[in-house]
């Protein structure tokens, strides 16, 4: 085991690794209840879902430990999950058999691109601030959704403001709906504001939010998956927490639903009906690249963050991503893990899988090696028991966790400069704008679009690669499109 993972090279021991194996797990665990609770709003089996993140978790994660012998460890990224429901799903439309076949191919475009030279065109095309951007965007979107779901924001609409109803065209006459009010469209006379605190279940989240910031600031260990415990516990006299446990939600039934998702995305409804409609083939192909993006950025942006500073990662391997196709460094092997698991998501039914910024509690801990990633996988396997308390978790609960990873993720604003108008009009596009939007695909797209008209403007367009040129090309397409359509 030493010579495997090349214990003394790296300054490190068995037990160190495994400890720091264990910290990194609890520092992340919080997304075995995150995770099947914002899929299951797309109408996927909660159950299902958990079993499917175990299975590509352990997968890329043993990858990651025994292939490139990195301490990283990977679960569904919490901002591609949202992508996935909030975006793909309820958004744009598609269903989540299609999403699944999108994360698949998201997944082989990631191969591709981490073997071959396309992946250094990628990382030269786009502008480190777009880069930055669109992650902390991601952050911005994911905190809105906390506060959203939490029932802490209210919105109130007049009614010349209101555009449909079920899908109609409003008429003010029109007092009577036989199945009820399912959907309302409306304008920009919509006006959010905060609720009224005598809702217990907005009182929770509140208790929560403030608990897990309390925690965060503290650096107790495992601080998310504390609050969603102690939150969980507290809503129990409050009335919010429901503590009946089903025989529904046992290991074995969450295998018999796995079969509800399992190879999903290349059913009739996936793959058999996602190029069926030609009116939505560019933006089957935008979304595509909308996932591939977050998903590659994200993970290398954990890789060089963490890596850089305590030598994981060298200047050569850095040099090599750049320049070399193929795996040659462990920054390739990693980012190879990182795209397998991604396809191993799709097949068994959750969304892209990611490197996990919390493995830098593990590294913090002295992880080196890739037996910090095993010891991880070990115990992501065990917690596959744990299923039955899927159902016990109150979204007061969760609500907190999306906020704090959130806040988490915009600390990349800092690196923007934000004094230069010409990086600041993109940067704001690519995130700001993307939670205003509700849309991830749409911030990428304003984020590219207005990079280029900037460029352009101030005499610098050689500047801009072609990629970019003709990504954003494309997206003003697929909006040209969508309009006529």
């Not at 264990?22 to 159950?47: D, E, K, R, V």
């Not at 984020?447 to 801009?464: D, P, Q, R, S």
């Amino acid at each position: 085991m030493s010579n495997f993972f090349e214990l003394k090279k790296n300054g490190t021991t068995v037990s160190t690794e495994i400890t720091a194996g264990i910290t990194t797990f609890f520092a992340m665990s919080y997304i075995l209840f995150l995770n099947p609770q914002i899929l299951s709003q797309t109408g996927m089996p909660a159950q299902a879902v958990f079993l499917a993140m175990i299975i590509a978790s352990v997968t890329g994660t043993l990858i990651m430990g025994l292939f490139a012998n990195v301490p990283y460890a990977l679960a569904p990224g919490v901002g591609l999950q949202a992508f996935f429901t909030y975006t793909v799903v309820m958004s744009l439309g598609f269903t989540w058999q299609e999403g699944l076949a999108l994360v698949f191919f998201c997944g082989v475009i990631n191969i591709v691109i981490t073997i071959t030279k396309l992946r250094k065109m990628l990382i030269t095309a786009i502008p480190n601030t777009i880069q930055l951007a669109i992650s902390g965007g991601i952050g911005v979107f994911i905190a809105y959704l906390g506060l959203k779901n939490a029932n802490i924001i209210q919105f109130s609409s007049d009614s010349s403001s209101i555009v449909s109803i079920n899908g109609q065209a409003y008429n003010s006459a029109v007092t009577h709906f036989s199945h009820g009010v399912t959907s309302v469209v409306t304008g920009g006379g919509i006006t959010p504001s905060m609720s009224m605190f005598n809702n217990p279940s907005v009182i929770l989240a509140l208790i929560g939010i403030t608990l897990t910031i309390i925690l965060q600031i503290k650096k107790v260990p495992a601080s998310i998956l504390i609050g969603i415990i102690v939150t969980t516990i507290i809503g129990i006299p409050m009335g919010v927490t429901n503590l009946h446990i089903s025989d529904a939600n046992s290991l074995g039934n969450s295998i018999e639903a796995l079969k509800t998702t399992f190879l999903a995305a290349f059913s009739s409804k996936g793959m058999g009906s996602l190029f069926n409609d030609s009116h939505r083939l560019i933006l089957v192909f935008m979304t595509i690249l909308s996932f591939s993006l977050s998903d590659i950025f994200d993970s290398l942006g954990t890789f060089i963050g963490t890596g850089r500073r305590t030598g994981i990662f060298s200047a050569e391997d850095e040099k090599d991503l750049e320049s070399n196709p193929g795996l040659s460094s462990k920054l390739d092997r990693a980012l190879f893990a990182d795209s397998i698991a991604t396809g191993v998501g799709s097949l068994f039914g959750t969304s892209n899988i990611t490197t996990y910024v919390e493995s830098s509690a593990g590294i913090g801990a002295g992880g080196r090696t890739g037996l910090t990633s095993v010891t991880v996988a070990v115990l992501f396997l065990l917690s596959s028991f744990a299923s039955p308390l899927l159902s016990v978790i109150p979204n007061a609960a969760i609500a907190p966790a999306l906020i704090i990873v959130g806040i988490m993720m915009m600390s990349s604003f800092q690196e923007i400069n934000w004094n230069s108008f010409e990086e600041a009009v993109p940067a704001f596009m690519a995130s700001i704008f993307m939670a205003f939007c509700y849309n991830i695909t749409y911030g990428i797209a304003a984020g590219f679009i207005f990079y280029c008209i900037v460029k352009l403007v101030t005499g610098k367009a050689k500047e801009v690669h072609p990629l970019i040129w003709i990504v954003s090309a494309l997206f003003i397409l697929n909006f040209t499109i969508l309009a006529i359509a």
